[in-house]
């Protein structure tokens, strides 16, 4: 069975960080692309941060960039997500995605979010 589980979210000031986790199971992990996603309340789901298989390459959406790091250990089935200099405009749901394409097939799952909220 597959389970992407995240947690860490919580309210944090202003200024404040958070580091979300996102522990994976019942697939061959260091085979996925990682992602991180987050959806404020009226708003499509956005691309936060993604990671390749083994770690060696990280994309952020213009947003974060030089704020939040993204990172996989592979021996534990985890992602990372270290946010710092938080925002009130961070507020929304994260969500972790795990993604493989082989052999015309696409494997595409999702954890159930956790709430991260930037207010003083």
């Known amino acids: 069975q597959v389970q992407l589980v995240e947690s860490g979210g919580g309210l944090v000031q202003p200024g404040g960080s958070l580091r979300l986790s996102c522990a994976a199971s019942?697939?061959?992990?260091?085979?996925?692309?990682m992602s991180w996603y987050h959806q404020a309340p009226g708003k499509e789901r956005e691309l936060v941060a993604a990671?390749?298989?083994?770690?060696?390459?990280?994309n952020y959406a213009d947003s974060v960039k030089g704020r939040f790091t993204m990172s996989r250990d592979n021996a534990k089935n985890t992602v990372y997500l270290q946010m710092n200099s938080l925002k009130p405009e961070d507020t929304a749901v994260y969500y972790c995605?795990?993604?493989?394409?082989?052999?015309?097939?696409?494997?595409?799952?999702w954890g159930q979010g956790t709430q991260v909220t930037v207010s003083s």
């Open positions: 990671i390749t298989r083994i770690g060696g390459s990280t």
């Open positions: 019942g697939f061959t992990f260091s085979s996925y692309v």
């Open positions: 995605n795990a993604k493989r394409s082989v052999a015309g097939m696409t494997y595409d799952y």
